[in-house]
């Protein structure tokens, strides 16, 4: 059997959204047959004299027959589909859990949210001295920034004036500069006439626009500011207007959407230790540093206003960069708890890893800039909710007040939908006059011809990466990623077992594993067939999540001394029918399990089959997952330890189809009772998210900075003498990879295997 992606030449948020993306494809080669059953007759014939404590040679022997059948049994699937999932063999139903199984994981991570943000809000409430809001505030800023991975060293920004657009009393300066080395950044530089010295600047993000800084709404609150005698600096975010990140070959988006191509490149961020916030704020720091680099403007004077994704970045800089003295964020400030309890999470740079787990809440972006002023600009209607921004603002007021300037805190809400409309951009910009210029009066937009987005354009051909020929932030990732590769698994390897399994657990987020006693177990029927029993079991690996189990056994068998556990992408019911690949283990095999890991098979996503609103998407899932230290993968990794206990002093054959690859991988490698791993359809490698941009479904795999400590081969070497077998693994886009690219990339583990007598215990099987 071999597994395909869906082919798809752009990503669109719809992929992500729930279940697995893979396809089954059966194919039968008797070639492969043949290799299979030449290779295990090998095998058997060396193991003597090969030593290993973990097995004895008559369960090696046993154990080469049962990866004889992992090895072959998907060519006979073809001669024997297995029949379509029947209600019989669901184990999950409302009944057991009191709502659709598809809602398991939202509400079991919203519960674990949920206790982070009461204790989170019985801290602040115990602030009750400035030195204690002080003290909270340092914590949280250096918790923040590590999150981010910490900020570069700041590099020349050779700044170029590209254009002038004159207009009645400013001008608009079309601006290049670069944020790092070669990764270009546009903008417009709105500067008033006839200015008696330096005043204030003004800098403005973006939201999620297409159009980015030429957006007419953005384009008119910076004409309102400068008109009104502030130097104002709007600049394109990364995946809008100039600075698309990936372009097809026509020099089109290769990536449907703003939002999108953030999630994308936040994807390899991650991996590396870095995520799309990261490349945001540093775009908006160096963006303020060449504002404060003009002789226009007062570099003691800066402020910081931006709507939606741009009310993102203006709380982020204002929360971190103790240079913008005034920031109005608008459509955006809400809080976490109503922001899941409603919309979910959003994209990429929306979503700091370990945030609610350290307790940073809407209301401490506020607070970490307290007491300078801060202008909170919401609208009634906003799909960010209005009861969150309020009560954010009156927790935000009250640690002002500890301060002693509560009058610097103020909220603004008009009575509309969502976007920088007049009346926020009025708000904003009167707040920018009073904290900034000492002028507190009424502004009022007047009637004025807004600039065509080809006028503010900043380039010939429309886009950066064509203009300039410089670095996406997928180049970033990549190179970032060669960096951390040099060496790494020489120092993987030289780590003693038990410090490689403390640093995979704590990066799983297993570090304090709930489930260290055997889960509950719960029996829920059996289906008979002519040959052999199927018995539906669930197992409670933490509280609140249920693993549903299908166990093969033949009528006759004995007392069985070893198992064999299957995860099956898309499910085990998936293959549990007449014919299927359980019942073809089951011939050689005591007993056979297969369960469904937390929010997969059973309980996958799936919207029309919940009442859950939103409509809850595996792409909310892990960013809930990742808000709490625990990445989808570690949390289905516990599940299955979980498992793995009940079999404690029983040895396991594991075996995995797709997704389920790497989290079968660790397990393999934490749990002792493993005796063998079978890996078909598999990731090859994290290294391979991070060189593919357009990646397939890769966010639940994703472990924040794992790349910084191992990649999937290192752990994979560490397995050695384990027998371990990987088939058909595919690369992050879904697409088969070649025999050789397999033994490049995992020539370390090759070698790993020689250094342990144990060569012949390691088979690799790519596309020939």
Same mark, same amino acid.
């Given at each position: 059997?071999?597994?395909?992606?869906?082919?798809?030449?752009?990503?669109?948020?719809?992929?992500?959204?729930?279940?697995?993306?893979?396809?089954?494809?059966?194919?039968?080669?008797?070639?492969?047959?043949?290799?299979?059953?030449?290779?295990?007759?090998?095998?058997?014939?060396?193991?003597?004299?090969?030593?290993?404590?973990?097995?004895?040679?008559?369960?090696?022997?046993?154990?080469?027959?049962?990866?004889?059948?992992?090895?072959?049994?998907?060519?006979?699937?073809?001669?024997?589909?297995?029949?379509?999932?029947?209600?019989?063999?669901?184990?999950?139903?409302?009944?057991?859990?009191?709502?659709?199984?598809?809602?398991?994981?939202?509400?079991?991570?919203?519960?674990?949210?949920?206790?982070?943000?009461?204790?989170?809000?019985?801290?602040?409430?115990?602030?009750?001295?400035?030195?204690?809001?002080?003290?909270?505030?340092?914590?949280?800023?250096?918790?923040?920034?590590?999150?981010?991975?910490?900020?570069?060293?700041?590099?020349?920004?050779?700044?170029?004036?590209?254009?002038?657009?004159?207009?009645?009393?400013?001008?608009?300066?079309?601006?290049?500069?670069?944020?790092?080395?070669?990764?270009?950044?546009?903008?417009?530089?709105?500067?008033p006439e006839s200015l008696p010295g330096p005043v204030p600047?003004?800098?403005?993000?973006?939201?999620?626009?297409?159009?980015?800084?030429?957006?007419?709404?953005?384009?008119?609150?910076?004409?309102?500011?400068?008109?009104?005698?502030?130097?104002?600096?709007?600049?394109?975010?990364?995946?809008?207007?100039?600075?698309?990140?990936?372009?097809?070959?026509?020099?089109?988006?290769?990536?449907?959407?703003?939002?999108?191509?953030?999630?994308?490149?936040?994807?390899?961020?991650?991996?590396?230790?870095?995520?799309?916030?990261?490349?945001?704020?540093?775009?908006?720091?160096?963006?303020?540093?060449?504002?404060?680099?003009?002789?226009?403007?007062?570099?003691?004077?800066?402020?910081?206003?931006?709507?939606?994704?741009?009310?993102?970045?203006?709380?982020?800089?204002?929360?971190?960069?103790?240079?913008?003295?005034?920031?109005?964020?608008?459509?955006?400030?809400?809080?976490?708890?109503?922001?899941?309890?409603?919309?979910?999470?959003?994209?990429?740079?929306?979503?700091?890893?370990?945030?609610?787990?350290?307790?940073?809440?809407?209301?401490?972006?506020?607070?970490?800039?307290?007491?300078?002023?801060?202008?909170?600009?919401?609208?009634?209607?906003?799909?960010?909710?209005?009861?969150?921004?309020?009560?954010?603002?009156?927790?935000?007021?009250?640690?002002?007040?500890?301060?002693?300037?509560?009058?610097?805190?103020?909220?603004?809400?008009?009575?509309?939908?969502?976007?920088?409309?007049?009346?926020?951009?009025?708000?904003?910009?009167?707040?920018?006059?009073?904290?900034?210029?000492?002028?507190?009066?009424?502004?009022?937009?007047?009637?004025?011809?807004?600039?065509?987005?080809?006028?503010?354009?900043?380039?010939?051909?429309?886009?950066? /990466?064509?203009?300039?020929?410089?670095?996406?932030?997928?180049?970033?990732?990549?190179?970032?990623?060669?960096?951390?590769?040099?060496?790494?698994?020489?120092?993987?390897?030289?780590?003693?077992?038990?410090?490689?399994?403390?640093?995979?657990?704590?990066?799983?987020?297993?570090?304090?594993?709930?489930?260290?006693?055997?889960?509950?177990?719960?029996?829920?029927?059996?289906?008979?067939?002519?040959?052999?029993?199927?018995?539906?079991?669930?197992?409670?690996?933490?509280?609140?999540?249920?693993?549903?189990?299908?166990?093969?056994?033949?009528?006759?068998?004995?007392?069985?001394?070893?198992?064999?556990?299957?995860?099956?992408?898309?499910?085990?019911?998936?293959?549990?029918?007449?014919?299927? /690949?359980?019942?073809?283990?089951?011939?050689?095999?005591?007993?056979?399990?297969?369960?469904?890991?937390?929010?997969?098979?059973?309980?996958?996503?799936?919207?029309?089959?919940?009442?859950?609103?939103?409509?809850?998407?595996?792409?909310?899932?892990?960013?809930?997952?990742?808000?709490?230290?625990?990445?989808?993968?570690?949390?289905?990794?516990?599940?299955? /330890?979980?498992?793995?206990?009940?079999?404690?002093?029983?040895?396991?054959?594991?075996?995995?189809?797709?997704?389920?690859?790497?989290?079968?991988?660790?397990?393999?490698?934490?749990?002792?009772?493993? =005796?063998?791993?079978?890996?078909?359809?598999?990731?090859?490698?994290?290294?391979?998210?991070?060189?593919?941009?357009?990646?397939?479904?890769?966010?639940?795999?994703?472990?924040?900075?794992?790349?910084?400590?191992?990649?999937?081969?290192?752990?994979?070497?560490?397995?050695?003498?384990?027998? /371990?077998?990987?088939?058909?693994?595919?690369?992050?886009?879904?697409?088969p990879v070649s025999q050789a690219e397999l033994e490049r990339?995992?020539? =370390?583990?090759?070698?790993?295997?020689?250094?342990?007598?144990?060569?012949?215990?390691?088979?690799?099987?790519?596309?020939?």
């Amino acid at each position: 059997m071999q597994l395909r992606a869906p082919g798809s030449t752009r990503f669109s948020p719809g992929l992500s959204a729930t279940g697995s993306p893979w396809k089954l494809r059966p194919v039968f080669h008797h070639a492969a047959l043949r290799r299979a059953v030449g290779q295990v007759r090998c095998l058997d014939a060396a193991v003597t004299g090969v030593g290993e404590s973990r097995m004895t040679r008559t369960a090696w022997r046993t154990s080469l027959l049962l990866r004889l059948v992992l090895l072959v049994v998907c060519g006979f699937i073809a001669a024997f589909p297995p029949q379509a999932r029947s209600d019989e063999l669901a184990v999950l139903d409302d009944k057991l859990l009191g709502f659709p199984p598809q809602e398991m994981l939202h509400r079991y991570l919203l519960g674990r949210c949920q206790e982070r943000f009461d204790a989170r809000r019985q801290a602040v409430a115990a602030l009750k001295t400035p030195e204690a809001v002080q003290k909270r505030q340092a914590e949280l800023r250096e918790r923040f920034i590590a999150s981010l991975g910490g900020f570069p060293e700041k590099t020349p920004l050779n700044p170029r004036i590209v254009g002038i657009v004159q207009r009645d009393g400013y001008r608009i300066e079309k601006v290049v500069y670069e944020s790092r080395p070669n990764h270009h950044v546009t903008a417009n530089l709105y500067v008033p006439e006839s200015l008696p010295g330096p005043v204030p600047g003004v800098l403005v993000p973006c939201g999620h626009s297409a159009e980015g800084k030429a957006a007419e709404t953005y384009h008119r609150a910076c004409v309102l500011m400068a008109k009104n005698g502030l130097v104002v600096l709007c600049y394109d975010p990364i995946g809008q207007g100039e600075r698309i990140q990936l372009l097809d070959k026509l020099g089109k988006p290769a990536i449907n959407g703003s939002t999108a191509e953030h999630t994308m490149c936040g994807i390899g961020a991650l991996l590396v230790g870095r995520q799309t916030a990261s490349y945001r704020i540093w775009d908006g720091m160096r963006s303020l540093d060449y504002l404060a680099s003009r002789p226009e403007v007062d570099p003691a004077q800066l402020g910081c206003t931006g709507n939606s994704g741009g009310g993102t970045l203006t709380a982020y800089l204002m929360a971190l960069d103790e240079r913008i003295q005034v920031a109005a964020p608008s459509c955006y400030i809400t809080s976490l708890e109503r922001l899941f309890a409603t919309i979910g999470p959003q994209d990429a740079e929306q979503n700091i890893t370990g945030q609610v787990a350290f307790g940073m809440e809407h209301a401490d972006f506020i607070a970490m800039r307290a007491p300078r002023p801060t202008l909170v600009c919401t609208a009634t209607r906003d799909f960010f909710d209005i009861q969150g921004s309020w009560t954010t603002f009156r927790e935000a007021k009250r640690l002002y007040g500890l301060l002693g300037h509560g009058e610097r805190v103020d909220l603004f809400e008009y009575d509309d939908q969502h976007g920088f409309s007049k009346p926020r951009r009025e708000a904003a910009c009167r707040w920018m006059l009073r904290w900034l210029a000492g002028r507190d009066e009424p502004v009022v937009e007047g009637d004025f011809a807004a600039c065509k987005p080809s006028e503010l354009q900043c380039t010939r051909t429309g886009q950066v /990466l064509e203009e300039f020929k410089g670095r996406s932030v997928f180049d970033l990732n990549a190179q970032r990623e060669r960096e951390l590769a040099a060496g790494r698994t020489e120092r993987w390897l030289a780590r003693a077992r038990a410090e490689r399994i403390q640093m995979v657990k704590k990066l799983l987020g297993i570090a304090e594993d709930p489930t260290v006693e055997k889960p509950g177990t719960e029996h829920r029927g059996q289906v008979s067939r002519s040959k052999y029993v199927i018995t539906k079991s669930t197992h409670e690996t933490e509280r609140g999540v249920f693993v549903p189990c299908l166990t093969f056994q033949r009528r006759e068998a004995a007392q069985p001394r070893m198992a064999t556990l299957v995860l099956v992408d898309g499910g085990a019911a998936r293959e549990a029918g007449p014919g299927g /690949l359980l019942e073809q283990l089951l011939k050689k095999a005591d007993v056979v399990h297969s369960v469904d890991l937390r929010g997969l098979g059973e309980s996958a996503p799936a919207s029309a089959a919940s009442r859950a609103q939103p409509p809850i998407t595996e792409h909310n899932l892990a960013f809930l997952g990742l808000h709490l230290n625990r990445p989808l993968l570690g949390q289905r990794c516990a599940d299955l /330890l979980a498992v793995l206990k009940l079999h404690a002093g029983m040895p396991v054959d594991l075996a995995a189809t797709g997704r389920n690859g790497p989290i079968a991988l660790h397990a393999a490698a934490l749990s002792e009772s493993v =005796r063998s791993l079978t890996l078909d359809g598999a990731l090859i490698s994290w290294a391979s998210v991070v060189h593919t941009p357009i990646s397939t479904n890769q966010l639940a795999s994703v472990v924040p900075g794992v790349l910084e400590h191992y990649d999937l081969p290192d752990l994979a070497a560490t397995l050695a003498p384990l027998p /371990l077998t990987i088939r058909n693994p595919v690369d992050a886009a879904g697409k088969p990879v070649s025999q050789a690219e397999l033994e490049r990339v995992y020539a =370390r583990v090759r070698e790993a295997y020689a250094r342990a007598g144990a060569a012949d215990r390691l088979v690799l099987e790519g596309q020939k």
